[in-house]
């Protein structure tokens, strides 16, 4: 079946260290998004990806960094720089144009800084 | 920048009451799009609208795209335990395809 997988699920980073989320899609999409979701908030873009080897800040890029080395990947590191990272975080995949397909998440990572 | 304001933020109703939620734009947009999230789950790609006055169903569930295109709504009828979760609106940012996601209505139903 074709689908978006995040791993890991959950996720516990200590003061100072980076972690890498994962984000992997056979859907065959083009387009690879960031997001962060906080309590009561909605989804917030970190980065998104329309393109191999080549990515653009969304609305609160600092503190990460993503590569996008191949079409099925899109792997978001969380750096010591980000201050406050405990958030659950989910990737998304899209066609280029969206048309009536929406976005394709992916079940998400919830990172706990501990 | 361009926001999109979603209200109410909860909302509780006992099962079989209609429910409806509300996507506000400060600016026209080209499309909306709604999405559910269950708790403890990811959104889920609901519908898209395009064109202004829209109106499309889905079973229990009524979409509607506002003749300006600044606004939409979502209605559900007769809710069941089954519609619990986070309803979400998007629509993209003026001259991109991004969607920008409003803060979501959380609906609980009450059997």
């Known amino acids: ?114 | 920048g361009q926001q999109v304001m979603q209200i109410p933020q909860y909302q509780h109703v006992q099962e079989g009451e209609d429910f409806t939620t509300y996507c506000n734009s400060s600016t026209t947009l080209s499309n909306i799009q709604w999405y559910k999230q269950r708790p403890g789950g990811h959104p889920v790609f609901l519908i898209q609208l395009v064109k202004s006055g829209e109106v499309k169903k889905q079973k229990r569930l009524t979409f509607q795209f506002g003749e300006a295109k600044k606004n939409s709504s979502l209605h559900i009828t007769a809710t069941q335990t089954t519609d619990v979760g986070t309803y979400f609106c998007a629509g993209p940012k003026g001259g991109s395809y991004i969607p920008t996601f409003g803060r979501g209505t959380s609906l609980i139903v009450h059997p």
Not at chain 1, 45 to 65: C, H, M, P, R, T
Not at chain 1, 72 to 91: D, G, H, M, R
């Open chain 1, 1 to 114: 079946d074709g689908g978006i997988t995040q791993s890991p699920k959950y996720l516990f980073r200590k003061e100072g260290q980076n972690v890498t989320l994962s984000c992997e899609q056979n859907l065959n999409h083009d387009a690879m998004y960031w997001y962060r979701q906080d309590p009561g908030q909605g989804l917030r873009l970190i980065y998104y990806s329309q393109i191999v080897n080549d990515f653009q800040k969304g609305d609160i890029a600092e503190g990460y960094s993503v590569s996008r080395e191949k079409k099925e990947s899109f792997p978001l590191t969380v750096t010591s720089a980000q201050k406050n990272p405990t958030a659950f975080y989910l990737c998304a995949s899209s066609m280029m144009t969206v048309a009536n397909y929406g976005y394709t998440f992916g079940s998400g990572t919830r990172l706990t800084v501990v």
